[in-house]
């Protein structure tokens, strides 16, 4: 099938259809596909994996079914697939879903800082492009980030560090350690989590009296302080079934996973924070690219999809990721 053929052929399909060809496809094709708690439902519906970015990576490397990988999520997820999996084909359905949070920090910033800190070791959060990741000497996530802090000041014999790009994820770390987090940049965020208010709060509380009320790390720090608690996707999901609360639980992150834990979980009962809390980009992967992703395997057009981290870069950014391995 030509490309026009095949555009044309999804024009024309049912989303029931093309969902139904995927699933008979991947396994033809032995394609697995991985999706992000924040994809939209339809596609964690039809995931092999979901999980979070790093967990997403990490899954990649220790399952052997398949060599190639459609990563449903944003561009420096599928480069993180890539980092740590040389050996594995990485599909990404649209290059266009970027993270605007990863575009706050590259090489450039960090080395301004670099230049007036010269021994503090650079923390790169996990949602940071291949290059800065190359560039950085240790990762992080939001589940791990204080542990990691930690380490790396040990490690590094200092009592100050370099971390970016998200400003609340390092007053969070700054919170509960006593070192000194320097915000590379100062104001990097995500702008899904950062207009999360306390107005959302005052809001949410009165519309659900005794719901428990979960925040990601991203949100403004005035949220966190409400909070019954404080963690990445993942660490929320299991608050959720280790705390069950019979009058609910309310969500600060994006909407995604307010929606795969009502899709998990329906004895339990989950409302969103903000509902308008949604990232344009996660959304930008749907059931038509992801089928288009998937036709492409196995034909020239497969290259169009391709996310490679070069080996070089590769080998940079991996020593970072390690790092945090071996920390956390
Ligand atoms: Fe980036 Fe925020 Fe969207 Fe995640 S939710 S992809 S950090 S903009």
Request: glycine residues 4%; neutral net charge; aromatic residues 8%.
């Amino acid at each position: 099938m030509n490309a026009e053929t095949s555009k044309n052929s999804l024009m024309n399909q049912t989303e029931d259809q093309m969902i139904d060809e995927i699933a008979s496809l991947k396994e033809q094709k032995r394609i697995a596909i991985y999706a992000h708690y924040y994809q939209p439902i339809e596609i964690q519906k039809i995931a092999d994996f979901i999980g979070d970015s790093l967990g997403l990576a990490k899954i990649a490397r220790e399952r052997e079914e398949s060599d190639i990988i459609v990563l449903a999520g944003v561009h420096f997820m599928a480069e993180t697939a890539s980092i740590l999996n040389q050996a594995k084909i990485i599909l990404s359905p649209n290059f266009q879903a970027g993270c605007p949070l990863a575009s706050f920090l590259n090489v450039h910033i960090m080395n301004e800082y670099r230049a007036h800190y010269p021994g503090a070791p650079r923390l790169a959060y996990v949602k940071t492009t291949a290059e800065t990741k190359a560039f950085s000497d240790v990762c992080c996530t939001s589940s791990n980030a204080v542990r990691v802090v930690e380490k790396a000041a040990q490690e590094w014999n200092t009592d100050t560090i370099l971390f970016g790009p998200d400003k609340n994820l390092a007053t969070f770390v700054e919170n509960r350690t006593s070192l000194k987090i320097i915000k590379v940049p100062e104001m990097g965020n995500c702008p899904i989590h950062n207009f999360i208010s306390m107005n959302d709060i005052d809001k949410a509380k009165k519309k659900h009296p005794g719901a428990s009320l979960l925040v990601h790390p991203e949100c403004p720090v005035e949220v966190q302080n409400q909070a019954d608690f404080i963690g990445s996707t993942s660490q929320m999901l299991q608050y959720s079934q280790n705390n069950p609360n019979s009058n609910g639980f309310i969500i600060g992150t994006e909407m995604g996973l307010v929606e795969h834990l009502r899709w998990k979980f329906p004895n339990q009962s989950y409302y969103p924070l903000n509902s308008a809390a949604v990232c344009k980009n996660m959304k930008k992967i749907d059931i038509r690219n992801l089928l288009a992703a998937i036709r492409s395997v196995g034909t020239p057009r497969q290259s169009q999809y391709e996310i490679r981290v070069n080996s070089t870069q590769a080998a940079q950014a991996l020593q970072p990721l390690e790092r945090m391995l071996k920390y956390s």
